[in-house]
């Protein structure tokens, strides 16, 4: 589904602090500290079907999941978004912010 994350590294800036790359504690990302602003990047690598589908089951059919329910649509509310082309993640981000 996702890049090669040997690939997905040669990406990143060369001015960071240790680069994690292919964490799958919870879910796929990599992260890192910007070293000369100090900034924690953490680029999370989501299938759209599965957060619309999970954004749906927490805020219009109310269905909890043990220990992880509002955690995708608090980090989805709260994120910037990066490059966005077809507006499909901003679009994602307002229906994650609605009351």
């Given at each position: 589904?996702?890049?090669?994350?040997?690939?997905?590294?040669?990406?990143?800036?060369?001015?960071?602090?240790?680069?994690?790359?292919?964490?799958?504690?919870?879910?796929?990302?990599?992260?890192?500290?910007?070293?000369?602003?100090?900034?924690?990047?953490?680029?999370?690598?989501?299938?759209?079907?599965?957060?619309?589908?999970?954004?749906?089951?927490?805020?219009?059919?109310?269905?909890?999941?043990?220990?992880?329910?509002?955690?995708?649509?608090?980090?989805?509310?709260?994120?910037?978004?990066?490059?966005?082309?077809?507006?499909?993640?901003?679009?994602?981000?307002?229906?994650a912010r609605q009351p």
């Amino acid at each position: 589904m996702f890049r090669c994350a040997w690939k997905r590294a040669r990406h990143w800036h060369t001015d960071t602090a240790p680069v994690e790359i292919d964490n799958r504690y919870w879910e796929t990302s990599d992260e890192w500290d910007e070293l000369g602003t100090g900034i924690h990047v953490d680029v999370m690598y989501r299938a759209l079907a599965d957060t619309r589908a999970h954004l749906s089951r927490v805020l219009h059919q109310h269905e909890a999941s043990i220990g992880y329910t509002t955690c995708i649509v608090h980090n989805l509310a709260t994120c910037r978004v990066l490059p966005d082309k077809r507006g499909v993640l901003g679009a994602l981000q307002a229906y994650a912010r609605q009351p």
